[in-house]
């Protein structure tokens, strides 16, 4: 995999010299801090209430229309400004004038904005941004971002990309206005891994696909000659542990990125399902039935080993989720007759129950920032998903359908995808919701889509 190489401030050697018609290389200019000193536009999430923020992203040009394998600099700046536009409006946070509806910007205004015409659209925030290929093949890629009332720049960044990779500029790019302007992490440019269903309800096909977070670059990772499950991401996204069929019966593997190849975790007699990365990498959680009893087991995750016990309760203990550093793990249990969730610390001592509402609650996921638990919620004959701090209090349920299930964290810890039912199609599709503004959305799949895991932000 190519790198993509940022350069957000004096990091690249531009190609030419600037002149009139070139906007010149960014510099180095420190970004303000939201909250410390800063003027700009900012949109506080806190508490859940905003007014979507209006935004202006026309068309970003080129200094000179040429060829390249992924198509012309012309039609690639359009589709630039399309991929941002679509990442701001799909938040939920964003009023975005788009690229057909903006007035077409010169290659020469990228850098001076002509705020007296920009005024009239009554936005807060405009990104002025162009496309440019390089001599050694690469493009670059610029990301200008202007506060319109108070006619200052905000953001100056810079992208080289390989023409293969050029949606990922276009992603880094509404990354770095995501975080600028809401305060809160990145998460455009990062891959979800996912379990592709097709096929009728008794011989359904399940096979892994992995695609970016927005739907596209998809493309299918096992052949579905054998049902594939809950599928996650190792932390540095270069493996994924799956639960497969493959030999008649419950049992983990990790399939590596780079090989395109899988390898049994755990060989043994007992059935082996739900499992999960440690955040170091180094473990992985899962369940293992064993003489009707189902408890949460570790192993290292090079493979091979005696699998070491961390519970003991007569029950079902399975979905275990570790917390960002490691020191803590939530799970689900029946042990105290209904499905609740628990949390313990990593050896397994420690187990305290944190759920107290009506209903089962399953499949915990942990928040990279550590500080909620995702949950699907299961009560009146529907499930939801909700989350609460990892002490219990706090509880809040996001979607209100009738079959949301497996909730799978962004890599800011501030949106979930999941994956919703319709009554009785038994066809699952990926959906994704912000937890702070609560706006939701499908997210395309080419088939049925369930078990999402969403990686981390790509290097």
Same mark, same amino acid.
Request: hydrophobic content about 35%.
């Given at each position: 995999?190519? +790198? ?5 401030? &004096? ?26 000193d800063d003027e700009g536009p900012i949109i506080d999430l806190r508490g859940g209430q905003r007014s979507e923020l209006p935004i202006i992203i026309p068309v970003m040009p080129t200094n000179q229309s040429a060829s390249t394998p992924?198509?012309? =600099? ?7 400004? /399309? %991929? ?10 964003? +009023? ?21 015409? *920009? ?8 990104? #002025?941004?162009?496309?440019?290929a390089n001599g050694n093949g690469t493009l670059t890629v610029g990301c200008y971002v202007y506060d319109v009332a108070?006619?200052?720049? @905000? ?45 009728? +309800? ?17 493309? $299918?990772? =096992? ?15 270069? /493996? %994924? ?5 493959? #030999?008649? /019966?419950?049992? %983990? ?5 780079? =090989? ?12 082996? $399902? ?8 180094? *473990?992985?959680?899962?369940?293992? &039935? ?17 699998? #070491?016990? @961390? ?62 638990? &995702?949950?699907? /919620? ?44 319709? #009554? ?36």
């Amino acid at each position: 995999m190519r +790198k993509l190489l940022l350069i957000g401030a &004096a990091l690249v050697a531009w190609s030419g010299v600037a002149n009139a018609q070139t906007p010149p290389a960014p510099v180095a200019t420190p970004t303000p801090t939201p909250g410390e000193d800063d003027e700009g536009p900012i949109i506080d999430l806190r508490g859940g209430q905003r007014s979507e923020l209006p935004i202006i992203i026309p068309v970003m040009p080129t200094n000179q229309s040429a060829s390249t394998p992924a198509g012309t =600099t012309d039609e690639l700046g359009r589709q630039l400004s /399309k %991929i941002i536009d679509d990442d701001l409006r799909n938040t939920g946070i964003f +009023k975005t004038v788009g690229p057909t509806a903006a007035r077409p910007i010169a290659y020469s205004e990228v850098n001076t904005p002509d705020y007296e015409s *920009w005024g009239a659209y009554a936005s807060q925030a405009l990104v #002025q941004g162009y496309v440019r290929a390089n001599g050694n093949g690469t493009l670059t890629v610029g990301c200008y971002v202007y506060d319109v009332a108070s006619r200052r720049e @905000l953001i100056r960044e810079g992208f080289v990309v390989s023409p293969g990779e050029w949606r990922r500029a276009g992603h880094k790019c509404a990354d770095a206005i995501y975080a600028r302007l809401t305060g809160d992490g990145p998460y455009f440019d990062s891959q979800v891994v996912y379990v592709a269903e097709r096929g009728p +309800k008794n011989r359904r096909i399940k096979q892994l696909a992995i695609m970016d977070q927005d739907g596209a670059n998809h493309r $299918f990772l =096992t052949n579905g000659q054998t049902i594939v499950l809950t599928p996650r991401f190792s932390p540095d996204q270069s /493996k %994924i542990v799956y639960m497969s069929y493959e #030999q008649r /019966k419950p049992a %983990i593997y990790i399939y590596t990125m780079g =090989t395109r190849r899988s390898h049994l975790v755990a060989s043994n007699v007992n059935l082996n $399902f739900a499992p999960r990365f440690s955040p170091d990498g180094r *473990w992985v959680l899962f369940s293992m &039935a064993v003489n009707g009893n189902v408890d949460l087991y570790r192993v290292g995750s090079g493979g091979g080993g005696t699998p #070491q016990r @961390l519970t003991t309760a007569p029950g079902i203990d399975t979905g275990g989720s570790y917390s960002p550093d490691g020191n803590r793990i939530v799970f689900e249990s029946d042990r105290g007759g209904r499905q609740q969730l628990y949390v313990m610390n990593a050896d397994g001592s420690n187990q305290n129950r944190i759920s107290f509402g009506g209903g089962n609650y399953g499949t915990p996921a942990w928040s990279p920032r550590g500080d909620l638990i &995702a949950f699907t /919620k299961m009560g009146g004959g529907a499930f939801r998903i909700g989350v609460m701090s990892p002490g219990g209090s706090g509880e809040k349920l996001l979607t209100n359908s009738w079959g949301d299930e497996g909730p799978s964290w962004a890599p800011n810890g501030r949106v979930l995808m999941f994956f919703r039912s319709a #009554q009785g199609s038994g066809r699952p599709d990926l959906w994704s919701v912000d937890v702070n503004a609560g706006h939701s959305r499908k997210i395309p799949t080419p088939l049925d889509g369930s078990d999402p895991s969403w990686g981390p932000i790509r290097p």
